[in-house]
């Protein structure tokens, strides 16, 4: 069996997998019903329980997927162009700018709550610039980049601390924007992160040659050897 072949047999059987696993947490909770009266009250609208089912949890549903496949694509990435398994977002500081970015936005312009998704990237990305623009010395060294990335990441998370000892209603936003749950989660939730998401996922494969490109750069060194 050749390589292609077992990715597309694997790929295939994840798919079935999430369609299980979709299909499962539908039914299953406090409300129960039967696949059957599940497909007949999305078409009839008849069924109050389907009713309940369909506003409160596939939107939910529909989240957690969008958001694993975004954490999924951007993990993937990130640890092939810098060739260290252990490049994470939250280790080198791109989780803790877009916390920190997204935080300021609701402090200063708390009516704009649509675009922290935008704005989230955007403290990302400028939290990723610093770390590589303070780590280049000839060339980008894995083990540099990632004890940059910590300082980086203590940075913007005492911002976003003193941001939030501020008071006031601003410490519970500050909590709900740093820690997202799937809790309460409606369908204007699921549109902005389809939006978001999807646009992410996309840019993500029309510029991965870019990206393959932007990792030769990157010394070909495992942290251990470093040490």
Excluded: C
Aim: net charge positive; hydrophobic share 55%; glycine share 8%.
């Amino acid at each position: 069996m050749s390589w292609l072949t077992k990715k597309t047999i694997s790929f295939i059987a994840v798919i079935a997998l999430l369609a299980i696993v979709f299909v499962k947490s539908a039914l299953t909770g406090s409300i129960t019903v039967t696949p059957f009266e599940l497909m007949h009250g999305l078409l009839t609208g008849t069924n109050d329980d389907v009713e309940i089912i369909k506003d409160l949890r596939f939107p939910r549903i529909l989240i957690a997927v969008f958001a694993g496949a975004a954490l999924s694509v951007a993990g993937a990435l990130l640890q092939a162009v810098m060739r260290n398994p252990l490049a994470d977002p939250g280790i080198i500081g791109v989780s803790a700018g877009a916390s920190f970015m997204s935080i300021l936005l609701i402090a200063v312009f708390p009516t704009l709550f649509f675009f922290v998704p935008l704005f989230a990237f955007l403290g990302g990305a400028l939290a990723f610039l610093l770390v590589y623009s303070l780590s280049w010395k000839s060339g980008l060294d894995p083990l540099r980049m990632i004890l940059i990335g910590i300082a980086i990441n203590a940075l913007f998370t005492g911002l976003s601390q003193a941001i939030g000892f501020s008071g006031g209603g601003l410490t519970q936003s500050m909590s709900q924007v740093a820690t997202s749950t799937l809790t309460m989660k409606k369908w204007s939730d699921v549109d902005v992160i389809m939006l978001y998401g999807s646009i992410g996922i996309f840019l993500s494969f029309l510029f991965i040659n870019g990206a393959i490109t932007w990792r030769s750069r990157i010394k070909p060194q495992r942290v251990w050897e470093s040490m």
